[in-house]
């Protein structure tokens, strides 16, 4: 089966414009989760999607937002960037609603200028 | 007090022998655990997932949890030098896909 994969995987965008990563899960997987790396935050949730409904969503402002696709592909949106934004941002996807193992694609780097 | 705490390390070993990492969590409920490598500029591979108390083995990795404790940790036998990466603890603390990660433990096995 294909992994994970994630479009685009470098960006570079500057302050005030917003940008659209995409994730597509590996075949048969349901649940997307969004997460950002950075350096000094380490892994952070951003928001997990399961047949179309967001279930939980971390601690990040409302600049942060996603969907998913009825194919289960996702989509996560940042508005407004600021230079914090800066990170790579990957996503996992998961064969299970819950409590499973997640695979992480190849992540999109993110930086903001 | 963060979710999952983790030695940043680096922890530095000779090749061939035993590395240990280990991992502690605040949330008593989690019941999924796992243990997540990564490479520098790559994302996270998954090593080891353990549910349970006691030791779970995967051919040179060994992980062990103990729920009373709130720990968790990963023992590599014969330790190579492309184990050298940083290693992720991830706690799932519900029934939904989503992780607490610690902040990784970066691992050298020096030749």
């Known amino acids: 089966k294909a992994g994970v994969t994630q479009t685009p995987r470098y960006l570079i965008k500057t302050r005030g414009q917003q940008v659209t990563l995409s994730c597509s899960p590996i075949?048969?997987?349901?649940?997307v989760s969004w997460y950002q790396q950075t350096p000094g935050q380490g892994l952070q949730f951003l928001f997990e999607y399961f047949s179309e409904t967001q279930r939980n969503k971390g601690n990040f402002p409302g600049r942060f937002s996603g969907r998913q696709f009825s194919n289960s592909r996702s989509e996560m949106n940042v508005s407004t960037l600021e230079l914090g934004d800066s990170a790579l941002y990957l996503c996992?996807?998961?064969?299970?609603?819950?409590?499973?193992?997640?695979?992480f694609g190849p992540g999109t780097r993110l930086l903001v200028l | 007090q963060k979710e999952v705490e983790q030695n940043s390390g680096p922890l530095s070993v000779p090749e061939g022998a035993i590395a240990s990492l280990n991992c502690t969590y605040s949330d008593r409920g989690s019941q999924s655990f796992f243990w997540y490598r990564q490479y520098s500029g790559k994302s996270p591979e998954l090593i080891m997932s353990i549910y349970s108390n006691g030791d779970k083995e995967d051919g040179r990795f060994t992980a062990q949890l103990n729920k009373a404790s709130q720990y968790v940790s990963l023992l590599i036998r014969d330790s190579q030098p492309s184990d050298s990466a940083t290693y992720l603890c991830a706690v799932n603390p519900d029934n939904f896909n989503k992780f607490y990660f610690g902040s990784g433990t970066k691992l050298n096995v020096k030749p």
């Open positions: 075949s048969g997987h349901r649940s």
């Open positions: 996992a996807s998961s064969p299970t609603s819950g409590a499973g193992t997640q695979y």
